[in-house]
Structure formats: structure tokens, C-alpha cells
């Protein structure tokens, strides 16, 4: 936050396209600093992760999720593969934060996730069976599982947050109706990513660094650790707030449209910086941070 551009630096601008990007001309932000809410910092608790699924992109989740978790966490890993405890032995995978736990089951057995106690776990991923099985019966099978697992949090009252891996995007539209937090479409994102690349090579350096653990990553933290709820704000309060921290804010989600996929999932990038919005408890601030 300190440092002061030099000539020949470049900015790194998220828009909708690099002709979008223009100056407002501001000189009065309006930021609200009454609203604003300083000096909360949540501690790093332990977290309990299920993967249910498994394929060759298993092994380096397991590795990555090892730099984020707090000490004392643990993952349980359900699957059909009898192997995966020797693949990752095989591949050197050495966990220092977190307990594994194996399991081998069939992800579409009721009883089985029954006797998971899913809502003890604090993420849910879905891994698609990709190395044994055709794209279509593998998806099949993972919103199989996303349907118990929609059915278990109705029944519980609970919401899990579950990120499912899907094969064919034209199966993502199926799986919305499990309500699952969001869909990974591995082909198209590695496309969406690729013709980014392609058209600016620099941006291989910013994608490298955001997915690395270390340094800033992209978090959606409670907006109440910002500013205050039910206060109407502009986006430019909540961007100082964010800076106040050694954070940057480039977005906001709306817990009333998480689950309308017409609107993004609540999502909203790169805001109106001048509007003003009233923001409730549940709602989150994306920012890009250390931690």
C-alpha cells in the first residue's frame, strides 16, 4: 500500500474489456467513514473438508489445501479407487496441517453420506470420476450425489458449501438444481484462461501469482468486517475499508441472489464504485489478500 508507481510500471485492471477502462475524474469519493468498521481480524480455525470422487487432479488438492487450512484441520476422501492412499504415497504428498482420512464407498449411496455426518464438514468438493468412466456417466453420477447431498441440507436446515467439478458444461444447467455453491467446468476454464493468455501474455505472471499460495489470493470475507450492514454505502467505502486492511476490494456477493444463476450467483464484479448499496449480514466482499 506504500509503494509509489514509477514510470514504466503497468496497472493490473480488472473490466470487461481492456476499452472499458477509463478515469472518472473524481476528486470527492464520498466514503462514509463513520460506516466503517475497523480492526476485526477473524483467527485461522481448523476446517473439515470432504472430497467425495476421485481423479488425477485429486492429488495436488489434497497437496494445495494443505498451505491454506489452520493446524488441527482434517480431509476425508471418499471413493470408489481403492488406490488412493498409494497414489498419494506414490506421489510424495506430505500434509502437515491437516489429517487425511480414506474411505472407500460409492458417493451415490444415501446410507453412506448419511453416515458421513455431512454437516460436520465446512467445504464439500465433488470430484468427477474422469480416468474411469465416459464424461456423461461421470457427471451423472456426481449430481447424483449433489442431489442427497441438497436433500440432506434441506432436512438439516443447513447450507453446506460444495464446489462440484463437472466434465460437460452442458451439464452444469442439470446440477443448478442442487443448489451447489458453484461448478467447475475444467475444459472451459482452462480455455476461458488460455484465450486471455493469448491476447495479453503478461497476464500469465498475475494468474501464476493468484493461484500460488503464497502471497495475495482472491477471499469472499464477511462484509460486516468492513463496514456496517443496513448502512446505505458507496462501493468507494468499502474500498478504503478493504485498504485500511492491506486489502484490495473488487467486488461484493449478495447472499439474496446466491442462488439465482441469472444473476451470477450474487456475484457482482467490479462495481459502480459511485452507487450507493445497502448490505445485510450475510452478504461478503471479494477482496484480494494475504490471507
Do not use: C
Request: hydrophobic share 40%.
Amino acid at each position: 500500500m506504500t509503494y509509489q508507481l514509477q514510470k514504466g510500471d503497468r496497472i493490473v485492471a480488472v473490466a470487461e474489456d481492456d476499452d472499458q477502462i477509463s478515469l472518472s475524474g473524481r476528486n470527492d469519493y464520498q466514503i462514509d467513514i463513520a460506516s466503517m468498521v475497523k480492526g476485526i481480524a477473524r483467527p485461522n480455525t481448523p476446517e473439515r473438508t470432504l472430497i467425495l470422487g476421485w481423479n488425477q487432479r485429486g492429488t495436488m488438492i489434497v497437496s494445495e489445501l494443505d498451505h491454506y487450512v489452520a493446524p488441527g484441520s482434517e480431509t476425508v476422501i471418499v471413493s470408489e479407487i481403492a488406490e488412493v492412499a498409494a497414489v498419494l504415497e506414490e506421489a510424495g504428498v506430505s500434509t502437515q496441517n491437516q489429517k487425511l482420512t480414506i474411505q472407500q464407498g460409492v458417493i451415490t449411496n444415501r446410507r453412506l453420506l448419511d453416515s458421513l455426518n455431512i454437516h460436520t464438514f465446512d467445504h464439500i468438493i465433488t470430484l468427477s470420476y474422469m480416468d474411469t468412466l465416459e464424461a456423461q456417466d461421470a457427471d451423472a453420477r456426481t449430481l447424483i450425489a449433489l442431489l442427497h447431498l441438497r436433500d440432506i441440507a434441506d432436512k438439516q436446515g443447513r447450507r453446506f458449501s460444495i464446489v462440484s467439478e463437472m466434465l460437460d458444461v452442458r451439464n452444469r444447467e442439470l446440477a443448478e438444481v442442487t443448489r451447489a455453491d458453484d461448478f467447475i467446468v475444467s475444459d472451459k476454464l482452462i480455455s476461458l484462461m488460455l484465450s486471455q493468455i493469448s491476447e495479453n501474455p503478461d497476464l500469465m505472471a498475475v494468474l501464476t501469482d493468484l493461484f500460488d499460495p503464497e502471497g495475495a489470493e482472491l477471499y469472499l470475507k464477511p462484509i460486516s468486517d468492513y463496514i456496517q450492514p443496513g448502512k446505505p454505502v458507496n462501493f468507494y467505502t468499502v474500498v478504503e475499508a478493504a485498504r485500511q486492511r492491506g486489502e484490495i476490494a473488487i467486488g461484493y456477493r449478495l447472499s439474496a441472489e446466491a442462488n439465482d444463476v441469472n444473476k451470477a450467483y450474487g456475484v457482482h464484479i467490479n462495481p459502480s464504485k459511485a452507487q450507493t448499496f445497502t448490505f445485510s449480514d450475510g452478504d461478503r466482499v471479494v477482496v484480494l489478500a494475504e490471507s
